[in-house]
């Protein structure tokens, strides 16, 4: 977080609640009268957007005004949160892959490559 951001949320800022994981969210308090209210989030470790669950995610983007129930039950097709491995060494590789041995299974009959007229 930067000098700016903590200090811009000291002055004008006001806490509306935290996640499992420690974000804490807030809202201008210094709203303007008749204009959408200003809602930002401040990550607990490093500031990784795919971070903030469901429920606050819409809370962040106006979609909802009701602030986020902590003690709500998850429904049973809920899946824990996974963080966004994408240029991680634990991001998904296909079989082939050139950071998995690159190589890769043969193409059957159904495949014909592309030539050039």
Known sequence: MTLGT????WLRGELVGTDAEGNR???DK???PGARDRRWVLYNGAAEASRVPAEWHGWLHHRTDALPVADRPRMTWQ???AP???GTPAAYRP???VLK???????TGDYEPWRPV
């Open 6 to 9: 903590r200090l811009f949320t």
């Open 25 to 27: 969210y807030y809202r």
């Open 30 to 32: 210094k709203a303007v």
């Open 79 to 81: 899946k824990a949160h």
């Open 84 to 86: 966004n491995l994408t």
């Open 95 to 97: 079989p082939g892959h």
């Open 101 to 107: 041995g690159g190589q890769r299974a043969r193409a």
